[in-house]
């Protein structure tokens, strides 16, 4: 089993090994939280890198006020967000700026709807 403040203590103490159970216990929740936030592959894997430096760099400042996974998890939030900001001037690629004009149906969706009634009846 995971022993938080172990874990935290051996960090603290510059155990590698110890940040290392840490990263695998935690990539999976961090890798969560970012992907629900960012499209590009190469974005997620960067910004989970940085939640994790973040992670090492400040850990000395946890005082166990509440989850060592809620405090992660609010790291991988925030960092994803400053993300956003940073390159606010940046749209993701896949979005055609006039996203607006496209249309990515011929069907109408009245007919669609009178379709799926008819069929249910």
């Known amino acids: ?4 403040h172990e874990v935290v203590s051996r ?3 510059k155990d590698l090994r110890a940040f290392e159970l840490l990263v695998k216990q ?11 936030l960012v499209q590009d592959q190469q974005n997620k894997e960067d910004i989970c890198q940085e939640v994790f430096i973040k992670i090492h760099q400040n850990l000395h400042r946890f005082e166990f006020q509440s989850k060592l996974s809620t405090w992660i998890a609010r790291i991988a939030y925030l960092t994803a967000v400053n993300y956003f900001k940073k390159n ?4 993701p690629a896949e979005y055609p700026e ?5 249309h990515f149906t011929d069907k109408n ?3 669609e709807l009178i379709k799926k009634y008819r069929s249910l009846c």
Do not use: A, S
């Open 1 to 4: 089993m995971f022993n938080e």
């Open 11 to 13: 960090i603290l103490n």
């Open 26 to 36: 935690y990539e999976k929740l961090v890798f969560f939280v970012i992907n629900r």
């Open 88 to 91: 606010k001037n940046n749209p």
């Open 98 to 102: 006039n996203i607006d004009n496209h």
């Open 109 to 111: 969706p009245e007919q």
